[in-house]
């Protein structure tokens, strides 16, 4: 029996990059994952990316345009249904990810919230967050479109609560 998720988040999450310019005119590339109640646009893609810059420190160039914005959907961090009334718990989920095509190699972890041990479908939408984080930000592309084979997934109870996947 398939375990009832809530599909309609509240907040969508997005890869937003772009090229903004240093104090010397060179590009300097900008990547971020956003959580946004919808896509975002030009002006809010900007306005992440700067903000983004200046949380990392980058020194950019006042007014800087933004070149070769880009914004890629990524998959909602799964949660249980609202009727499901169960508390959450911590789960440490990873997973060694080869995806041939483009040479690429690694593994992939994260901290979720669910209230069983994750498995089947909530199992297979954790999985897709974690590929999906893992690759779109070094390929730029929707990881749905690169092929990928999944080795060593793991999944333990953590101590540690989640922060980038709540």
């Given amino acids: 029996m398939p375990i009832p998720m809530q599909t309609s988040p509240t907040l969508l999450r997005h890869l937003v990059a772009g090229y903004l310019l240093d104090p010397q005119g060179k590009s300097v590339r900008v990547i971020d994952i956003v959580l946004t109640p919808q896509q975002p646009d030009l002006w809010d893609v900007q306005d992440l990316l700067l903000a983004k810059a200046q949380h990392d420190g980058l020194a950019l160039r006042a007014g800087s345009p933004l070149a070769r914005d880009q914004v890629i959907p990524l998959p909602s961090i799964p949660r249980p249904a609202s009727e ?47 590929v999906a984080d893992a690759l779109t930000p070094i390929f730029l592309e929707p990881a749905e479109k690169i092929m990928v084979e999944l080795h060593s997934v793991t999944v333990e109870p953590s101590l540690v609560q989640p922060t980038t996947y709540l």
Avoid: C, M, N, Q
């Avoid at 080869?98 to 089947?120: C, I, L, T």
């Fill in 84 to 130: 499901d009334r169960r508390p959450l718990k911590a789960w440490a989920v990873s997973v060694y990810i080869v995806a041939h095509d483009v040479k690429f190699a690694g593994y992939s972890r994260g901290v979720f919230h669910w209230p069983d041990e994750p498995d089947g479908t909530a199992l297979e939408a954790i999985l897709d967050v974690l």
